[in-house]
């Protein structure tokens, strides 16, 4: 048999395959960094909306998986809601931008989250295989609430995270996916806001790190001005914008959880922007990051 001597002038030759394996060694050191971590991912917004942002989410999060991170999926789905309510013959009804929830709105609120929203991320990231597992707060007291306002009806605030049910499913090598409908003492359904959910959530596992996709780039240093995008912060400094009255109002509750979950042992937030494809792989595997960066 005659061997074959290799040509050196193709030795130095990278192709489109040689890129993809240069891609895949720069991440290892950070996917050992995060080898069986915590990872809450607070999923909505156009990366919701979206199917094919929907499909590439899926994929990230499996990714993450299987590399041997213990991502953690928790989700709202307000437009849901609103359109189940109206398909009901119901019109919304908000106050400072918080669903009136009485109790024929619950029951829809539980439909729209739990049957259909849940079942749909179940079912998109179970298509790579059996990875995913629906749970709503409402099991096993995972979500324990308290009545915000009479005014607004059954909405809760989050006062107790039962973790039981999340440690089983991330023991049995599954990823949880989280409705945010949570229960009183009472038992009594309440509708929860997600980016609040995530953040208690993220305490109560420890989390390493607590993540939110919106639909913008993350904090911007002047509301608006895509340019003056903040890459990193420290719990002092979003502090300092508040006073200064420099977080828009939609990122408020986002901002004030994650301010909350790190004061209270999550390692670090991210505010990222679910209309960038990949954005969790380039923001957790990549030196450079794409979104904002928040610190203790």
């Known amino acids: 048999m005659t061997a074959s001597v290799a040509?050196?002038?193709?030795?130095n030759r990278l192709t489109p395959a040689h890129d993809k394996a240069q891609i895949l060694a720069d991440a290892l050191p950070y996917i050992r960094s995060f080898a069986g971590k915590v990872v809450v991912?607070?999923?909505?917004?156009?990366?919701?909306?979206?199917p094919a942002?929907?499909?590439l989410f899926a994929q990230d999060i499996v990714l993450m998986h299987l590399v041997g991170l213990q991502p953690v999926v928790v989700h709202g789905g307000g437009p849901q809601i609103s359109e189940l309510m109206r398909r009901r013959g119901k019109a919304p009804e908000f106050?400072?931008?918080?669903?009136?929830?009485?109790?024929?709105?619950i029951d829809i609120a539980r439909e729209a989250l739990v049957e259909g929203v849940n079942r749909e991320i179940v079912d998109a990231l179970n298509r790579f295989g059996t990875y995913a597992t629906g749970l709503s707060g409402e099991d096993n007291n995972l979500l324990r609430v308290t009545t915000r306002d009479s005014k607004l009806g059954f909405v809760g605030d989050v006062q107790a995270v039962d973790t039981t049910a999340l440690?089983?499913?991330?023991?049995?090598?599954?990823?949880?996916?989280?409705?945010?409908?949570?229960?009183?003492?009472s038992g009594q359904a309440h509708n929860v806001n997600a980016d609040s959910a995530a953040a208690a959530i993220a305490e109560a596992m420890n989390a390493e790190r607590l993540i939110y996709l919106t639909d913008v780039a993350g904090i911007y240093g002047e509301f608006g001005q895509e340019n003056t995008l903040i890459s990193q912060i420290d719990c002092a400094g979003l502090e300092e914008m508040f006073k200064e009255n420099k977080i828009g109002e939609g990122m408020i509750p986002k901002v004030l959880s994650c301010i909350e979950a790190l004061k209270s042992g999550v390692g670090r937030a991210h505010i990222l922007d679910g209309r960038i494809p990949h954005v969790l792989l380039?923001?957790?595997?990549?030196?450079?990051g794409v979104g904002t960066v928040i610190d203790k």
């Open 7 to 11: 040509n050196p002038e193709n030795q």
């Open 53 to 55: 942002l929907a499909d």
């Open 167 to 185: 440690n089983k499913a991330l023991s049995d090598d599954l990823i949880p996916v989280i409705a945010t409908i949570g229960s009183d003492a």
């Open 282 to 288: 380039l923001e957790l595997f990549t030196p450079e």
């Open 95 to 105: 106050i400072d931008g918080l669903r009136v929830t009485d109790r024929e709105t």
């Open 41 to 50: 991912v607070k999923y909505g917004g156009n990366a919701m909306d979206d």
